[in-house]
């Protein structure tokens, strides 16, 4: 029997079989992308074991195909035993093996990357500093209040958690969350006074002044989805209280495009008032302290601070083409002493503090359109060498191996 | 004779192409002359010519004006040079107006502006409609863009798309007319002295009516009116026709001729560009060449101090321009597969010879085209998807060579040619978008990263498609001849085996590469975008086919069907996915494109289908006797393990 699995598992014939369904897979999940959006695809057919029914230009295929997680570890497990078994010293494989070795490196590297990279956005205006970067996908409740003086104690509920929905507790916190409602894409509406309004979603802080409704998820790359859930927060004693929490009101840009849309609508002076509502401090008191909440973009804090200094943002003449891309920012670390300026442009990334800062988009501020603004792509991705290595070791491999034919080949010409 | 031959052969399609060098002397008005001036369009300097050029190509899908386009072919209709055509488009726009220039394929839209169907009586070719006999149908015109553009790219009719192509058209014809005067300029020159003589006035008026005192209402309507138009006239976009001031600081500063008008207002100076370009409107309006001749050459002696480089940089692309190096060897490509497939019919040296010889002239013009491209441009082979087109039929006819070089028997000749004639032909049909010139956007801006990755990928394909159409002459020669031997099919197979080898190579490193640039541009080594998707699928396909053949999976005919098949899933990644519309390589729908591929994919099929019929179906194989027909596939005993084949292939 373990003859048998290990002739399976060692066959080149099962390496063909294995390439074929990787060709079947790649076609069909890049044709998806069309359908169901690049990074929901991405998600159902490269980062699963097992795809469960497929969408075929527009069409729904209720087949299943094995997943990109299941196809790398075949192919790693069949590259890795057909070594095993038919390894030989020899020149003349000198240049299959530098190929094996090298694809398993990408293939680990692949993996490694999917479970530990992390990609955040830094988005300032020119003269304001950061320390964190935010997540442009992912959402979380957070509760603050102050500890002492100088600190502050924070706790952090990530959106999927109350996407759930049901109760939730922390030990950290003195209530009970409860979520009444989840919804993953929203849209506000200011609730005017003075007029027929129908029954907020919430009678306490920004639930008086604006409605949510729910919309659609969106699946596009270049739009976002913004949650918004309406929660009831249960103290240990007296009556519970509802809340509304969006993204809308915890993240800058979007309170910054609320005053802009209503600035247009109904003059800057009447833009700005809308948006103060927005943003006016929700809390609630329990056992004596005072909690501030938002939900916000998912933050990354750093031990180092980034300050946008000047934005670049050139065109060539006459048209909308993109020529040139930068952002001057000042890194203030006070853990090494550093206090440099440094320049991020397209192509030309900075690496920091195990970090990679890359120029992503630019813009103007909202409000003030002489404010250049940026948005730094941050990643963190410990085995972002492998692909490098890997391509130099197979690129090598497969030269020396295509040499070993030819000058072969050459050299049999000759002779005939 | 016959040694004498390919000699002749190559001596007189050199001899036409030498012929294209020189440049025709101008008659009368010094329109190569005036071609010749810098100015700035889609974000680039180019000479005029240029601009002529690039915009017939779009409006009328050629390089040349035919302005009698109802006669018949030798009925000699009056061909005139684009850069004519735009001389009076810009300069005498009552003229242009009436030339038949806009193409229009689709009858709907004919009948939706009641335009003439084919009627040599009245003068129309059922094709090619001029400004004046569109004018009357605007409305309806409008109507149908508005409904259109509101209609998501991928879901519009043909009819929607030809509607919107007509409106670009005639912006672009819009544009052209307000570059150096106002569309309804009457008499430019004398318009011009007068609005240089209101100036003062103007803004004396402007200035006390603005205070609220009494100015002269006729001076200050009459100054507005001027302003007004060149508002107008910088507002539709046409190119930069006025250099900077100061271009030693800065020589992005170019203006359009609106701008410059409404600088002098506030105070500036008369440019000289203005001047000099209402001089030649003037006597190009009044039919004066000797007048029209010296503006040209007064104009480009004052930009000769400042603006030396962009003057040469104008000669050298209408050179470039003139030679038509892709169109010349697309020509001589075509006679080399033609003479090459005769020599398969009596395997004739002489002809094969001829063949080969062709095949390095036109490989001289390619190469020379394509090395005269990146230095006027000062970038890499490969910037976009027309330039994807001209190396990949370049890095194919290298191959094809080389395998001549080495076997000597037509096979390499016929492969070159024909996918040097067939990507140079694609390529013409991608130069109908416009500007194939254009400037890279900044993520894009890396010389380091297009020379690298860009250029590895691209051999990639041009090998893949050697591979694939090595396979298509195997499958052609064996089903419908009897000229595949024995020794051809084994020498086709190794040849098969080494491209696949190569485009293996090639394809994985410039796919990795691609990683690479986008790690070091957005922090992502692989973001399963469809065109890397599309890379990737090339490297497992080769890699599928070197695995199946290590494995004894398949043999020789099974080595050709995938290889046929390589042939789809290469075009598919060239073209398919950016038809896809999605992710950060996607260049948008293209409609007429998306059938030639569909095509494409059905002829590699039915090649495929011929290529799994039995032995007995095959011409080539009817005769041999069934142990040396080239193994079928499947028909092979135990052999499951490689290494052997490993070792021997």
Redesign the interface.
């Known amino acids: 029997m373990m003859d048998r699995i290990w002739a399976f598992l060692t066959?080149?014939?099962l390496?063909?079989v294995l390439?074929?369904f990787?060709?079947l897979l790649?076609?069909v999940?890049?044709?998806a992308?069309?359908d169901e959006g690049?990074y929901q695809?991405?998600e159902r057919y490269?980062k699963h074991w097992i795809v469960w029914g497929f969408s075929f230009f527009g069409h729904k295929v209720p087949l299943p195909l094995p997943g990109g997680y299941l196809l790398g570890m075949m192919l790693l497990a069949n590259l890795v035993a057909g070594h095993i078994k038919?390894f030989e010293w020899s020149w003349?494989?000198l240049g299959?093996h530098l190929t094996h070795v090298g694809i398993i490196l990408?293939l680990v590297?692949?993996l490694t990357?999917d479970l530990f990279s992390r990609?955040t956005q830094m988005r300032f205006a020119e003269g304001e500093t950061r320390h964190y970067s935010e997540s442009a996908m992912n959402h979380e409740l957070v509760f603050i209040a102050d500890a002492d003086a100088d600190t502050q104690e924070l706790v952090a509920v990530p959106a999927r958690l109350l996407a759930r929905g049901g109760e939730l507790r922390h030990e950290r916190l003195p209530f009970t969350i409860r979520v009444k409602s989840w919804w993953p894409n929203s849209e506000p509406a200011f609730r005017p006074p003075m007029q027929q309004n129908g029954p907020p979603l919430a009678p306490n802080g920004i639930g008086r002044h604006f409605d949510f409704k729910q919309t659609p998820e969106t699946r596009k790359?270049e739009d976002r989805n913004i949650p918004t859930a309406v929660i009831e927060i249960v103290p240990p004693k007296g009556p519970p209280g509802a809340w509304v929490v969006s993204a809308w009101a915890g993240d800058e840009t979007l309170v910054a495009a609320v005053r802009a849309s209503y600035s247009r609508q109904a003059g800057p002076e009447m833009g700005n008032q809308i948006g103060d509502r927005l943003i006016e401090p929700q809390t609630v008191e329990a056992n004596g302290r005072k909690w501030s909440f938002t939900l916000r973009p998912a933050r990354v804090y750093n031990p180092f601070s980034i300050t946008l200094l000047k934005t670049t943002h050139k065109?060539?003449?006459?048209?909308d083409?993109?020529?040139?891309?930068r952002s001057r920012v000042r890194i203030e670390n006070p853990q090494t002493g550093e206090n440099r300026e440094v320049e991020v442009?397209?192509?030309s990334?900075l690496r920091y503090g195990g970090l990679?800062f890359?120029q992503?988009q630019m813009g103007r501020d909202e409000l003030d359109a002489n404010r250049g603004t940026s948005t730094l792509?941050v990643?963190r991705?410990p085995s972002?060498l492998t692909?490098?290595a890997?391509?130099i070791i197979?690129?090598v491999g497969?030269?020396v191996?295509?040499m070993i034919?030819?000058v072969g080949?050459?050299s049999r010409?000759r002779a005939v | 004779m016959k040694k004498w031959l390919p000699f002749i052969v190559a001596a007189a399609m050199a001899l036409w192409v030498l012929s294209t060098v020189r440049a025709p002397a101008d008659k009368d008005f010094a329109y190569t002359e005036f071609g010749r001036l810098p100015a700035v369009f889609n974000g680039r300097c180019q000479p005029l010519d240029s601009v002529a050029r690039n915009s017939l190509l779009q409006i009328r899908e050629k390089q040349a004006a035919n302005i009698e386009p109802w006669k018949g072919e030798f009925e000699n209709p009056k061909l005139i040079p684009a850069i004519e055509w735009l001389a009076a488009v810009m300069m005498k726009p009552e003229v242009a107006d009436a030339w038949q220039v806009f193409r229009i394929d689709h009858p709907e839209l004919v009948s939706l502006l009641k335009l003439p169907e084919k009627d040599k009586e009245k003068q129309s070719d059922g094709k090619h409609y001029s400004w004046n006999q569109m004018q009357p149908s605007l409305d309806a015109l409008e109507k149908e863009t508005k409904r259109a553009s509101k209609v998501e790219g991928a879901h519009r009719t043909p009819f929607d798309q030809a509607v919107l192509k007509l409106q670009q058209r005639l912006m672009l014809y819009t544009r052209l007319k307000n570059t150096l005067q106002p569309q309804d300029a009457q008499d430019w020159p004398r318009e011009l002295a007068e609005y240089e003589k209101l100036i003062v006035p103007g803004m004396a008026a402007m200035h006390a009516q603005q205070a609220g005192k009494e100015h002269d209402k006729a001076v200050l309507e009459k100054f507005f009116g001027f302003l007004q138009r060149f508002d107008t006239m910088s507002g539709v976009e046409p190119p930069l026709v006025v250099p900077p001031h100061h271009p030693e600081r800065s020589r992005d500063g170019w203006m359009r001729m609106g701008e410059a008008l409404m600088e002098m207002a506030r105070g500036g100076k008369l440019h000289e560009a203005a001047r000099h370009y209402a001089a030649m409107a003037g006597a190009f309006r009044s039919g004066k060449p000797d007048e029209f001749n010296r503006a040209v050459d007064a104009y480009r002696q004052t930009l000769a101090p400042k603006l030396g480089p962009e003057l040469t940089k104008a000669d050298r692309e209408c050179f470039f321009n003139r030679l038509q190096p892709f169109y010349i060897s697309m020509v001589i490509y075509v006679l080399a597969f033609l003479l090459a497939c005769a020599s398969w019919v009596n395997m004739s040296e002489p002809l094969r010879r001829s063949a080969v010889y062709l095949v390095a002239l036109a490989f001289i013009v390619h190469t020379a085209g394509l090395v005269f491209r990146m230095w006027l441009e000062s970038r890499p082979p490969v910037t976009n998807l027309y330039s994807s087109a001209i190396f990949i039929g370049w890095g194919a006819v290298v191959l094809g060579m080389v395998l001549e070089r080495f076997y000597r028997d037509g096979i390499g000749t016929v492969v070159a040619s024909a996918v040097g004639f067939i990507t140079l032909i694609i390529a013409h049909h991608l130069s109908l978008g416009g500007d194939t010139m254009e400037m890279m956007r900044a993520v894009l801006d890396t010389n380091f990263w297009l020379a690298t990755h860009v250029v590895t990928i691209t051999i990639g394909y041009s090998s893949a498609f050697v591979a694939g159409f090595l396979a298509v002459i195997y499958v052609l020669r064996g089903a419908f001849t009897r000229t595949l031997s024995e020794a051809t099919g084994a020498a086709l197979s190794r040849m098969v085996y080494g491209i696949v080898c190569f485009a293996t190579l090639f394809s994985f490193v410039g796919t990795v590469l691609g990683g690479i640039w986008a790690d070091q541009s957005w922090g992502r080594f692989w973001g399963w975008d469809p065109k890397e998707n599309g890379a990737l699928i090339i490297v497992l396909w080769n890699a599928l086919i070197l695995h199946a053949r290590w494995s004894g999976t398949i043999r020789e005919r099974g080595l050709m069907n995938m290889a046929i098949a390589g042939n789809i899933v290469t075009s598919w990644s060239w073209f398919g996915v950016n038809m896809l519309g999605i992710g950060l390589h996607s260049y948008g729908f293209m409609d007429a494109a998306f059938w030639w591929l569909m095509a494409f994919v059905v002829s590699q099929l039915a090649l495929i289908a011929i290529g799994l019929l039995p032995d007995d179906w095959w011409l080539s194989l009817r005769s041999r006797p069934p142990s040396s027909r080239g193994g079928s596939d499947g028909k092979r005993g135990k052999d499951s393990n490689g290494d052997s084949k490993l070792a021997s292939a």
């Open positions: 066959s080149l014939r390496t063909v390439l074929a990787s060709i790649v076609f999940g890049t044709v992308q069309a690049l695809a991405q490269f038919r003349r494989k299959i990408l590297g692949q990357t990609e790359m065109v060539y003449p006459g048209t083409i993109p020529k040139d891309f442009f397209m192509n990334p990679t890359y992503y792509q990643v991705n972002w692909p490098y890997g391509c197979v690129g497969l030269l191996q295509f034919h030819l080949f050459v010409k």
